[in-house]
């Protein structure tokens, strides 16, 4: 059975780095774009960044350009997301997911295939 597991989330001061990981098991995802959304209380789900297949291409939300980065590697079914200067406003569930059509910038929430549980980033000020 396909799974994606995500880890790496915790409680870090502003300006902190954390380094989430997603790991996928039971199938290749290496045929899929892969990201990662996140969710804060009372908001909806929305992409923080995507990466294509092979890793060549990637595409950022505004809000952390610049400061996070994705990025995969086959040979292990992980893709990580390495976030830097984190801010308070970045405090959310972080989901990993894969499988949307089309490239990493036509992520949607609502056409990938697979999810995983998510993990908990909370940045204080």
């Known amino acids: 059975q396909a799974q994606l597991v995500e880890s790496g989330g915790g409680l870090v001061q502003a300006g902190g780095s954390l380094r989430l990981s997603c790991a996928a098991s039971?199938?290749?995802?290496?045929?899929?774009?892969m990201g990662w959304f996140r969710q804060a209380l009372g908001e909806e789900r929305a992409l923080v960044a995507a990466v294509s297949r092979n890793g060549g291409s990637t595409h950022y939300a505004d809000s952390v350009k610049g400061r996070f980065t994705i990025s995969r590697d086959n040979a292990k079914n992980t893709v990580y997301l390495q976030m830097n200067s984190l801010k308070p406003e970045d405090t959310a569930v972080y989901y990993c997911?894969?499988?949307?059509?089309?490239?990493?910038?036509?992520?949607?929430?609502?056409?990938?295939?697979?999810w995983g549980q998510g993990t908990q980033v909370t940045v204080s000020s």
């Open positions: 997911a894969a499988g949307w059509p089309g490239s990493p910038s036509a992520a949607d929430p609502g056409r990938a295939l697979y």
């Open positions: 039971g199938r290749t995802f290496s045929i899929y774009n």
